[in-house]
Nanobody, 123 residues
């Protein structure tokens, strides 16, 4: 599976962005998916995850209530809707796929990673 994240950009605080994660390969629909982010000088941070069926989601406390993860397996695409953005959300956002399932917030359990898309939130 190859993943490509897109949809990042520059937005003012309080604004919204929708990230997409396009996957190649027919098995994407069988894998859990996650979004992670990394800001300069900081460690990779869990943002959100969703099971292969889409029936269960999980969020970092810092984005809960503002971000929504979803997926369309028919289109082999995952999404991260980001609302009420804050300057501290500035980072490179990566999508990832987990073959075994249950990876949740543990980045080391994810098998496939996209290159990432830059999100910059100005104050």
């Amino acid at each position: 599976v190859q993943l490509q994240a897109s949809g990042g950009g520059l937005v003012q605080a309080g604004g919204s962005l929708r990230l997409s994660c396009a996957a190649s390969g027919r098995r994407f629909g069988n894998y859990d998916m996650g979004w992670f982010r990394q800001a300069p000088g900081k460690e990779r941070e869990f943002v959100a995850s969703i099971t292969w069926s889409g029936d269960s989601t999980s969020y970092a406390d810092s984005v809960k209530g503002r971000f929504t993860i979803s997926r369309d397996n028919a289109e082999n695409t995952g999404y991260l809707q980001m609302n009420s953005l804050k300057p501290e959300d500035t980072a490179v956002y990566h999508c990832a796929a987990d073959r075994q399932g249950g990876g949740g917030s543990n980045y080391w359990k994810y098998d496939y990673w996209g290159q990432g898309t830059q999100v910059t939130v100005s104050s």
